[in-house]
Structure formats: C-alpha cells, structure tokens
C-alpha cells in the first residue's frame, strides 16, 4: 500500500461544477495535511493547510479531513478552466516529519 | 522576497560527468528540502536540513548523490558520476517548519545522456 494515495485521473469536470479530489493516507499518526496544486512544467504551490477533523474553507477552495478514516479531499467550487492541473496531497507521516506526497491527481476542467 | 532560487534551470549532461544543483531559500526559513520528481515516483524527498544540518538523507538514492548546506542561503546538490536514470526534474523548496507548507523553486530539469 502506498504510503500517500491518489487516483491518477484524469478528472474531468464542466466549468462551473465541483470537482472533488480524494486522498488516503497509511499513518493513523498523521498530523499535517496539505494541498498543492501544480501546472504542467511549473513547481507545486500551495493551496490549503488542515490540521484538524472537519471542513476548512478558502475561497472556492474546502478542504475536509476525517482522520478515523485516513481520509482528506479537496473541493473546488465553480470550477474554471484556469483550475485545470495537477492536485498533490502532502502528509506528515509519524517518524518522517518532512511532507510525503501523493502522485497526484490530473483535473481538465473543460469550458 | 524573491522566493526560492534554483540553478540551472536546465541541465543537459552526458553520462558520467559531475552535476552541480543549487538553491537560495527564502530568508528565515529554517528548513530547506530537496525533492525529485519523476513521471513513475512523483515527488520523492531527498534529503533535507535545519538550520543547515542535514537531518534526514534516508531518501539520497546512493553514494552517487551528495548534498551540502555550507550557510543559511545557500545549498547544492551534487551528483557524481552522473547516469541516465537520474533525469528528473529536481526541487528545492524552504520553509519555516517541517510540517507546515513549503515554498518550492522553479525546479532544476536535468537529463543525463
């Protein structure tokens, strides 16, 4: 089992819907949890932070964490062709303190 | 601030010869990483630093790959000799803790013929 996991995609969704992007994790210990999204040929950046069980909304932007389930996805709301990218989960795994992080998952957010 | 600074950004090598990557983290970031990302692997954590000690190195893939941090602005990534797998796009990033959200350079695309 992968340490960090995400479905590849791609995920393909209609201007103005909401996508949803799932991440689970092995580490029942895990305590920091992240978003990246990242555009092709350009460097990861960082969307969302979450720390705690529950919904933390940014923006369009809401990221849920149920650690009973080692579980966290990210919601983007209305999305738009501009969101069309590659979305990486990060967590802090127990006795490797640095970010481990998903292989991805690809959005096209088509017009 | 200008960010996290990485040089080159491309690098075309052949097969053997010495590569030199380099960073400058952003000021007052304590941490600094240095990630590889492959299409097969994603990103994978190197090795990173405090306070320019390294800390974990667990994922330097061999004896080929070396990595220093002589002061608080400034890293390399060494990699000597190099070989045809180690073409990857490899990031730098900084940050002021380990488990809070890191800021990452452009990247260093090295490909090694």
């Known amino acids: 089992q992968k340490e960090v996991e995400q479905n590849s995609g791609p995920l393909s969704v209609p201007e103005g819907a909401i996508a949803s992007l799932n991440c689970t994790y092995s580490?029942?210990?895990?305590?920091?949890f992240f978003w990246y999204r990242q555009y092709s040929g350009k460097s990861p950046e960082l969307i969302m932070s979450i720390y705690s069980n529950g919904d933390k909304e940014d923006g369009r932007f809401t990221a849920q964490l149920n650690k009973a389930s080692q579980y966290v996805s990210l919601l983007i709301r209305d999305s738009q062709p501009s969101d069309s990218a590659t979305y990486l989960c990060a967590v802090t795994l127990a006795g490797r303190r640095a970010l481990t992080f998903g292989s991805g998952t690809r959005l096209q957010v088509q017009p | 601030d200008a960010g996290v600074i990485q040089s080159p950004r491309h690098e075309v090598t052949e097969m053997g010869q010495e590569v030199t990557l380099r960073c400058k983290p952003i000021?007052?970031?304590?941490?600094l990483f240095w990630y590889r990302q492959t299409m097969m692997r994603g990103l994978e954590l190197l090795i990173y630093?405090?306070?320019?000690?390294?800390?974990?190195d667990s994922g330097m893939p061999e004896d080929r790959f070396s990595a220093k941090m002589p002061n608080a602005s400034f890293s390399t990534l060494k990699i000597q000799p190099s070989e045809p797998r180690d073409s990857a796009v490899y990031f730098c990033?900084?940050?002021?803790?380990?488990?809070?959200?890191?800021?990452f350079g452009s990247g260093t695309r090295l490909t090694v013929v």
């Open positions: 000021s007052g970031h304590d941490y």
């Open positions: 580490d029942r210990g895990s305590q920091s």
């Open positions: 630093f405090n306070n320019n000690v390294p800390i974990d």
């Open positions: 990033a900084s940050s002021l803790q380990e488990s809070a959200g890191y800021t």
